[in-house]
């Protein structure tokens, strides 16, 4: 884990419990936002939940709207993921350095905790659409119109620039992945909501923030007691290529926590 800059997680994190459930919180971009999408510690997150035992992941994330059915206050439960980053390479993937992994994720979204999710948005009275593209772009800009019109013409549902490398890693580390997407804005295709206000984005933020803890709280409820009936938690199983008597002993013991059960077979 050492190998994963854990000091930051460390002063990041919260641990604790929620409906009697345990859990652990981390604001992915830091306390008081430190990060850029770009450099964020996107393998430390992810290992430092393996390290703590977690199997399902909840994500919440802001995000614009691409199309008209999806508007500010909507929650969408994306079933895929679209990749408009380029500079992240290195913290998309726990795998190299001696050990090849190729993992499906044709669906890198967990079905059950998209159920999970539905179920507790509509417990929560909140317009919600299940399924859709997330398209996960660099940042820390946002986009110009000519993008945001060609992202719209290939169908793409909503805009991000977190969830893609988080749900990769997850599925690496055998990890339940879902997002939770909270629409606070038409980016900046709408010709009508174009020259929205700061007040009015905000304003609508914090109203998703609010809605999203109602929602989340039902969610971990739901699964306190939900065991595990997907095949997130064995997606590794016939994914590592390199025979682990083959594997570097520094990279076998940086990966332990992912690999470790692999590595006899």
């Not at 641990?15 to 936002?33: Q, S, W």
């Not at 995000?63 to 380029?86: H, K, N």
């Not at 795998?95 to 079905?111: K, L």
Request: charged share 25%; hydrophobic share 40%; net charge negative.
């Amino acid at each position: 884990m050492e190998s994963f800059a854990q000091s930051d997680l460390k002063r990041s994190r919260m641990d604790g419990t929620l409906e009697g459930v345990r859990v652990a919180f981390l604001p992915r971009h830091g306390r008081g936002h430190l990060f850029t999408p770009t450099n964020l510690p996107f393998r430390a997150n992810i290992y430092g939940m393996k390290l703590l035992g977690v199997e399902r992941i909840l994500s919440a994330s802001a995000v614009g709207s691409l199309q008209e059915r999806y508007a500010p206050l909507d929650m969408v439960i994306p079933d895929q993921f679209f990749d408009r980053t380029r500079a992240r390479a290195h913290e998309s993937t726990f795998f190299g350095d001696g050990i090849v992994a190729h993992i499906t994720f044709a669906h890198p979204v967990c079905d059950e905790l998209g159920d999970v999710l539905e179920a507790a948005c509509g417990a929560a009275d909140v317009r919600t659409h299940r399924g859709g593209t997330y398209l996960c772009m660099e940042g820390p800009a946002f986009s110009t119109k000519a993008e945001s019109n060609v992202y719209r013409s290939w169908g793409m549902d909503v805009i991000g620039m977190t969830n893609l490398q988080e749900a990769k890693l997850a599925r690496e580390a055998e990890i339940c992945y879902a997002t939770l997407a909270l629409v606070t804005d038409y980016d900046c295709w709408h010709e009508e909501h174009d020259a929205v206000s700061v007040e009015t984005v905000v304003e609508y933020l914090n109203k998703n923030v609010r809605n999203a803890q109602v929602i989340m709280r039902d969610a971990v409820k739901q699964l306190s007691d939900k065991p595990r009936n997907c095949t997130c938690g064995s997606a590794l199983k016939n994914a590592i290529f390199t025979a682990p008597n083959l594997w570097p002993e520094a990279t076998k013991k940086k990966l332990e926590a992912i690999v470790g059960k692999y590595s006899t077979e």
